[in-house]
């Protein structure tokens, strides 16, 4: 029987033993792991910058909703101030006193012995400044109180019993205009007589001068 001999036996060993190295092994996976974290790496940095592009598109979508939004609040604030200001017109065209109307009324209420010289109208305002506080519910706007008063300066050609300047007093009351804007109490009263003079036109005739004020109720505006 014949014998064989291997002459390769040692190089086939230690190419086995080369390729079965656990080191060798061990390269290779780290290696392979090295590549798959550089591919993780490069996976993340893509979602980053997608997440940073999406992020810049919202920033840039709410920038231009805030600029809309300061423009609606601007022009919210600039047409409550127009609204304010029509509403204080309106306030004040309606609830003024139209001395055009009070002369007609006054003309109406003249009696034949009763001769009106003059007509002054006094209107005075108290002003009540505003109050700046940040403590809520503590600030006050501006306001002012309106006060107006009108004085009649006429002559009684009445005889003196007769009191003709009351009659003209009592008039001015139940006229509808003056009892629909005079004050609700003690809205007329006499402020002083003079003693009997003779009219200089006539001397036959005396008169008697006083002065009468119509209060009108008093108006708050703010």
Request: proline share 5%; with cysteine; glycine share 4%.
């Amino acid at each position: 029987m014949p014998i064989r001999i291997n002459l390769l036996a040692d190089d086939q060993f230690l190419a086995e033993m080369r390729r079965r190295d656990p080191v060798k092994r061990a390269a290779y996976l780290g290696g392979a792991l090295v590549v798959l974290m550089f591919v993780w790496w490069g996976w993340l940095l893509y979602g980053k910058s997608s997440i940073n592009a999406a992020l810049e598109a919202q920033n840039a979508s709410f920038g231009k909703v805030e600029k809309r939004a300061k423009e609606v609040a601007d022009y919210q604030k600039r047409t409550a101030e127009i609204e304010r200001n029509i509403h204080s017109l309106n306030r004040m065209a309606t609830n003024r006193v139209l001395w055009s109307s009070c002369m007609d009324a006054l003309q109406e209420c003249t009696l034949p012995q009763v001769q009106v010289t003059r007509v002054r109208v006094d209107q005075n305002y108290q002003i009540q400044p505003a109050v700046v506080s940040r403590e809520r519910g503590k600030s006050k706007p501006a306001s002012s109180t309106e006060s107006i008063m009108l004085v009649i300066t006429a002559r009684d050609y009445g005889r003196q019993e007769d009191r003709v300047y009351q009659a003209f007093k009592e008039k001015i009351e139940t006229h509808p205009w003056f009892k629909q804007h005079l004050a609700k109490e003690n809205a007329t009263r006499f402020r002083g007589f003079s003693n009997p003079t003779p009219d200089k036109d006539d001397p036959t005739k005396v008169f008697v001068t006083f002065t009468m004020e119509c209060l009108f109720p008093e108006q708050f505006r703010n």
